[in-house]
T-cell receptor, first 110, second 114 residues
Framework: QKEVEQDPGPLSVPEGAIVSLNCTYSNSAFQYFMWYRQYSRKGPELLMYTYSSGNKEDGRFTAQVDKSSKYISLFIRDSQPSDSATYLCAMSDGYNKLIFGAGTRLAVHP | DVKVTQSSRYLVKRTGEKVFLECVQD?????MFWYRQDPGLGLRLIYF???????EKGDIPEGYSVSREKKERFSLILESASTNQTSMYLC?????????????FGPGTRLTVT
């Protein structure tokens, strides 16, 4: 079993939809949680960074961490075609290397 | 604006060739990383470095070596390229070794070994 599981998609939604992207993990020691966005032919860029449990909001993006369920989510409100990308979750216990999910491909069509 | 640059975007090499992938960061960060990215497997850590001339193996170091002679430069070397090393290679820099600090990624080098 992988330490971090992420559905690869692809996920196709119409413009304006609410998008929910998710990862599950098995290591209860993880306490740093990140979402990276990767456009085609580019390197990943950090989108959201959360420490421990709870929610974090940044514009149209909300990151949610549920440590009891070992489940993290990224919500995108009012999705735009420019949100079309691969979204990677990543996490760490703060002492060891980052562990990445395989990434979910998202396509937002006009 | 922080920047990580990689020497080539696309590279085609033959089996058995020695391949050098170069990465330069302008962030003055101690830590640099080399990952490879394959469909369905995500990012896997090959090597990382926490200081000049220091290096540590990641999860998949076999067939690779690295060099860090200057703080801003971290090179990945494929000693004898093989077809199973065809992949996207991503370099990153960061303040921390673990996930307690952001890692900044370069644009990637897509390597094809024929």
């Amino acid at each position: 079993q992988k330490e971090v599981e992420q559905d690869p998609g692809p996920l196709s939604v119409p413009e304006g939809a609410i998008v929910s992207l998710n990862c599950t993990y098995s290591n209860s020691a993880f306490q740093y949680f990140m979402w990276y966005r990767q456009y085609s032919r580019k390197g990943p860029e950090l989108l959201m960074y959360t420490y421990s449990s709870g929610n974090k909001e940044d514009g149209r993006f909300t990151a949610q961490v549920d440590k009891s369920s070992k489940y993290i989510s990224l919500f995108i409100r009012d999705s735009q075609p420019s949100d079309s990308a691969t979204y990677l979750c990543a996490m760490s216990d703060g002492y060891n290397k980052l562990i990445f999910g395989a990434g979910t491909r998202l396509a937002v069509h006009p | 604006d922080v920047k990580v640059t990689q020497s080539s975007r696309y590279l085609v090499k033959r089996t058995g060739e020695k391949v050098f992938l170069e990465c330069v960061q302008d962030m003055d960060h101690e830590n640099m990383f080399w990952y490879r990215q394959d469909p369905g497997l995500g990012l896997r850590l090959i090597y990382f470095s926490y200081d000049v001339k220091m290096k540590e193996k990641g999860d998949i170091p076999e067939g690779y070596s690295v060099s860090r002679e200057k703080k801003e430069r971290f090179s990945l070397i494929l000693e004898s390229a093989s077809t199973n090393q065809t992949s996207m290679y991503l370099c990153a820099g960061g303040k921390g070794l673990a996930g307690n600090y952001e890692q900044y990624f370069g644009p990637g080098t897509r390597l094809t070994v024929t």
